[in-house]
Structure formats: C-alpha cells, structure tokens
C-alpha cells in the first residue's frame, strides 16, 4: 500500500509544476487555464489519497464536484477566450485588460 505521504508529495509537485507554468507562460491565456486545471487536479489527489487512508467516501464525493466545477469553469472560459479571439485575433494576458468593464 502506498503512504498518503508519497501521494503528498506528488500532489505537491504537480501543483508546483502547474503555479510555475502560470508564472513561466503569463502570454498565453489557454496555457493559463491548463495550469490552472493542474491546479485542481493536485488537489483531488490529495483529497483522493486522505479519504481512501481514512476509509471514507467523503474525499471521493468532494473530488467529484471539484472536477464538475472545474469542467464547466473551463467550457465558460474557453467559450470568452474563443469570442475573444474572433474580436481581437490574438490570445495574450496583457492584451486581455480589453475586457474589463
């Protein structure tokens, strides 16, 4: 059986990987959001390790919302980043101030 500790570990470093990759790649806003979902993902591991080291469901049912959240969070921002790129043919964070209201 695999420790929580090494599962934390690796939840970790998929979440430094993906903060790192917000902070290496702020040009490209679809490479923002992939990142982002990174993000969630390492925090469902987490989740998913501690419930299954704790015999309980609960990790696995808040996982399942998180990763619905997270799916249609993506949908909505692709859907502006797509509407964006038809008015603006271009995809850049500092070209996004456009967008403020």
Do not use: Q, W
Request: hydrophobic content about 65%.
């Amino acid at each position: 059986m695999i420790d929580p500790f090494h599962i934390n570990i690796l939840s970790i470093l998929v979440f430094v990987i993906a903060a790192m990759g917000i902070l290496i790649s702020m040009n490209n806003l679809i490479k923002v959001f992939l990142c982002i979902e990174l993000m969630f993902l390492a925090v469902s591991i987490n989740f998913i390790a501690y419930a299954y080291a704790a015999h309980n469901i609960d990790g696995h049912v808040f996982t399942v919302f998180l990763l619905t959240v997270a799916a249609a969070e993506s949908a909505v921002g692709l859907g502006i980043l797509v509407f964006y790129f038809r008015k603006r043919s271009v995809i850049s964070v500092a070209d996004a101030t456009v967008l403020k209201g």
